[in-house]
């Protein structure tokens, strides 16, 4: 079975320093996995993807998330956050299968980041 | 692209009524997703399409729900009667996915639902 565990509910960082929200998964089999920033009354944009390419993957507005087999861990990163980084970020699981139905996508909970001034 | 299209992106309607909400995916994507985002239950899927077809919907809450996917390019949610707990922003997603190969999702802006 898949699912997503993002592992803080709400995060509070100060402007200029490092945002860090996790995420475990668990997959039967090969992952992709995503990144969803989603800021208030907007709908959910893609920040960056891991397809079974390289393992540290570089997203939009200098986030960046490093997959880890051996932890099934998918973590997203960031040096310095910024003020318009305050949003909820939801972490997703896909399986790549062989499959005629598509494939299903399994979201996290969601963690609410905060950016103090 | 225009990427997805929702419509209505604000309804307010009175408890009974017949709610329609529409979603154009973006062209060439296969797969259709419906979800639901509340404050207490988060984000929750409804319903997904595959090449038109419905493949699961085991989040549609009740009868009073139903989807369709008459094409390719078209779907529609529908509630009746409506009732003031379904108010909730309801999303329309796209992807194409293929073997071995998971497009991303990509979402619509939302239609926010209000029953009074």
């Known amino acids: 079975a898949q699912s997503v565990t993002q592992l803080d509910s709400h995060v509070s960082v100060s402007e200029g320093t490092p945002v860090l929200l996790r995420c475990n998964y668990s997959s039967s089999y090969s992952p992709s996995l995503f990144w969803y920033v989603q800021h208030p009354n907007k709908g959910l944009q893609l920040l960056l993807k891991y397809t079974s390419a390289a393992t540290l993957v570089k997203g939009i507005n200098g986030f960046e998330a490093e997959f880890k087999k051996s932890e099934t861990s998918f973590h997203l990163t960031k040096p310095s956050a910024h003020m318009s980084d305050a949003a909820e970020y939801f972490c997703v699981v896909s399986d790549t299968v062989l499959s005629n139905t598509g494939n299903q996508f399994y979201f996290g909970t969601g963690t609410s980041l905060t950016v103090i001034p | 692209d225009a990427g997805v299209i929702q419509s209505p992106r604000h309804e307010v309607t009175e408890m009974g009524q017949e709610v329609t909400l529409r979603c154009k995916p973006i062209?060439?994507?296969?797969?259709l997703f419906w979800y639901r985002q509340t404050m207490m239950r988060g984000l929750e899927l409804l319903i997904y399409?595959?090449?038109?077809?419905?493949?699961?919907d085991s989040g549609m809450p009740e009868d009073r729900f139903s989807a369709k996917m008459p094409n390719a390019s078209f779907s529609t949610l529908k509630i009746q009667p409506s009732e003031p707990r379904d108010s909730a922003v309801y999303f329309c997603?796209?992807?194409?996915?293929?073997?071995?190969?998971?497009?991303?999702?990509?979402f619509g802006e939302g239609s926010r639902l209000t029953v009074l």
């Open positions: 062209s060439g994507h296969n797969s």
């Open positions: 997603a796209s992807s194409f996915s293929g073997p071995l190969n998971t497009g991303e999702l990509f």
């Open positions: 399409f595959n090449n038109n077809v419905p493949i699961d």
